[in-house]
């Protein structure tokens, strides 16, 4: 099989497809066909050295979609169901989803009906689950307000779809002025220009999905309504730590995280339950093949088209 494998962090030359034997399941490891893989800014920020717990050598990537190849000795999994996988230290821990066939445990394996294509099923596990989560986190009823901030994100789009769904009023944030009619088009209530991490509004909400980071927190709390809460689930803009943050800002409002390592089984039958009943889908910004990972770590981090970039093995 084919695998990219990085033996030292540095640039998109560090990633080389080489051949590997397919490995073999055990008690409780599945191997699992991958047919498709979503690509992420973070994982090309883990190939250039920037998550310290990743040991190399690896092979990168958090999450796949495919089949099982052969199920591990106690697996009630059979072959070619199909699978999703994500998190629970896949592309860290052990290697991921940047080859053709991967060990995955049986914890880790999601068995999903679904009738579309791999590269369509591959814009889902990720993205949709930490969309998904996040807004459980914050606990809102139907008819309150949402604001997705970092909404052109392919998370923020699948929480614009999602908080649809669940009833909520939905504005969205975008440093462009140009994907301000794309977020309404994508199902955004409102749409509204983040300029120099200062939102143009004075509109207030009651829950903040803050994708951006630790440089908006402070606006995003003024943002915020007394009694609600922002989830911070990314660091879009590349900042790990609040700059001059007071917890007195809070005042009355709450401020926690949302975190997709520990994935709840639940909570992945209940997200693709809610694709499948309202068809939702967010845009796939470009395909690429294996052999061209270098191309798509570029694009990831060049582009700034809306939507998921997907790797297709078949």
């Known amino acids: 099989m084919r695998a990219v494998v990085i033996n030292k962090p540095g640039d998109v030359a560090v990633m080389q497809v080489v051949e590997r034997p397919i490995q073999r399941a055990t008690d ?15 994982e090309a920020l ?9 040991k190399f050598p690896r092979v990168i990537g958090v999450e796949a979609v495919g089949e099982i190849y052969e199920p591990s000795t106690n697996s009630q999994l059979k072959p070619g169901q199909k699978v999703v996988t994500l998190m629970g230290g896949f592309g860290r821990e052990v290697d991921g989803s ?34 998904l989560g996040s807004l459980k986190s914050l606990k809102l009823r139907s008819g309150q307000t949402l604001l997705v901030r970092g ?50 509004t004075e509109k207030k909400f009651d829950g903040i999905i803050d994708m951006v980071g630790t440089v908006t927190l402070n606006d995003s709390i003024a943002h915020l309504n007394v009694d609600g809460k922002i989830t911070m689930i990314g660091l879009l803009a590349g900042e790990w730590v609040v700059k001059d943050f007071s917890p007195f800002a809070l005042g009355g409002k709450y401020l926690t995280f949302f975190d997709s390592t520990v994935v709840d089984r639940k909570l992945v039958a209940e997200m693709f339950a809610m694709i499948a009943k309202h068809h939702l889908t967010i845009p796939i910004a470009k395909v690429f093949k294996l052999d061209q990972i270098q191309d798509a770590h570029r694009y990831v981090m060049a582009s700034r088209e809306p939507g998921q970039v997907i790797v297709d093995n078949d």
């Not at 409780?28 to 973070?42: D, E, L, N, P, T």
């Open 46 to 54: 883990t190939r250039a050295g920037g998550s310290p717990s990743v």
């Open 151 to 200: 909404g052109t994100s392919a998370v923020g789009l699948a929480a614009i779809k999602l908080a649809k769904v669940l009833g909520l009023k939905v504005a969205a944030t975008t440093r462009r002025q140009s994907m301000l009619t794309m977020l309404v088009a994508s199902g955004a209530d409102d749409a509204i220009l983040d300029e120099e991490n200062q939102l143009v």
């Open 28 to 42: 409780h490891q599945s191997v699992m066909k991958i047919h498709a893989f979503g690509v992420h800014r973070y």
């Open 98 to 131: 940047y080859q053709e066939y991967a060990l995955v445990d049986d914890a880790n394996l999601y068995p999903v009906d679904f009738d579309g294509d791999w590269v369509t099923l591959a814009q889902y596990p990720e993205n949709f689950y930490t969309a």
